[in-house]
């Protein structure tokens, strides 16, 4: 089998744990995941089956992601998340829905975050959250991330509810931090349920738990592999060009200003992705999907 899976990944599992399940579910090896949700983390997880996987640079790459984040105000937990030992308590202010927005506005956009210690980020050969667990605290530099929109979705007591639609690498549990910090209580991320990954949404995702089970087809719910380039131009060629193709030739096209594209066959059936070089298209990976 070769396509994408759009699933809604249970907590309590790691990404790793779902691609392992899947993998004995389809009885094929080549199975793997475009983008990592953490075990306490739950919502969409795509997974590339087959051939696909060699697209899912792409979902990773190019999509932006959309969560609906549960912000505990006043605790602040060593690793910025429920799972973390609580090292500070504060009182929380009183704050109405015109305020929260005011201190919002200041984390949307382009920012610089600093990520979670309690990460997978290297310093020096060493995972953070390794030198993490052994109680050592290294300076990490801070990343520019995108916050696309940020949503105040509800408030209930001493929690936020936000809607957050973020670009690649940013890390929720680091806005939540971020955020109790502005608002001087200090803060954590309590839950988190990724609803969208690029146009893989929360809408169309499969319980896990079903597919593993056999209750929905693994064949049935696999999407196509270019699911993941789906906004490339599309370019059709004929038998003779798709030889040239095959062979990893360049080709003459017109049809599209585009800098990459994606070359179908005869059949349909998705070819090659092809890049324009001053000279021609010059196929970037070919497809067998036999």
């Not at 309590?12 to 779902?18: C, F, M, R, W, Y």
């Not at 929260?100 to 200041?106: D, G, K, P, S």
Request: aromatic content about 4%; some cysteine; hydrophobic content about 45%.
């Amino acid at each position: 089998m070769h396509g994408f899976l759009n699933i809604d990944k249970p907590a309590g599992i790691t990404s790793h744990d779902a691609v392992a399940q899947v993998r004995r579910a389809a009885r094929q090896k080549r199975v793997g995941h475009a983008g990592t949700l953490d075990p306490a983390a739950t919502g969409v997880l795509v997974l590339a089956l087959g051939t696909a996987t060699r697209l899912i640079e792409y979902v990773q790459e190019s999509t932006s992601k959309r969560y609906l984040a549960h912000v505990r105000l006043g605790v602040r937990t060593a690793t910025d998340d429920a799972e973390g030992e609580v090292i500070a308590t504060h009182s929380v202010p009183t704050l109405d829905r015109q305020a929260i927005e005011a201190l919002l506005t200041q984390f949307r956009g382009d920012i610089w975050q600093v990520p979670p210690m309690y990460s997978a980020l290297h310093h020096q050969g060493q995972r953070l959250h390794e030198l993490a667990r052994a109680g050592i605290v290294v300076e990490r530099e801070a990343r520019l991330v995108t916050i696309e929109q940020l949503t105040l979705h509800d408030a209930i007591a001493d929690t936020l509810v936000l809607d957050v639609h973020c670009s690649k690498g940013t890390y929720i549990r680091a806005l939540a931090r971020d955020l109790g910090e502005a608002i001087g209580c200090g803060a954590h991320l309590l839950a988190l349920r990724r609803t969208a990954v690029g146009d893989f949404t929360l809408d169309d995702a499969l319980p896990l738990a079903a597919l593993v089970a056999g209750t929905v087809s693994l064949a049935q719910a696999l999407l196509p592999a270019e699911r993941a380039v789906h906004d490339w131009p599309v370019m059709q060629v004929d038998a003779e060009v798709a030889k040239r193709v095959r062979n990893g030739m360049p080709i003459q096209l017109d049809g599209t200003a585009a800098a990459r594209a994606r070359i179908h066959a005869p059949d349909g059936q998705l070819l090659a992705l092809v890049q324009y070089t001053g000279n021609g298209w010059q196929p970037t990976k070919v497809f067998d999907w036999g």
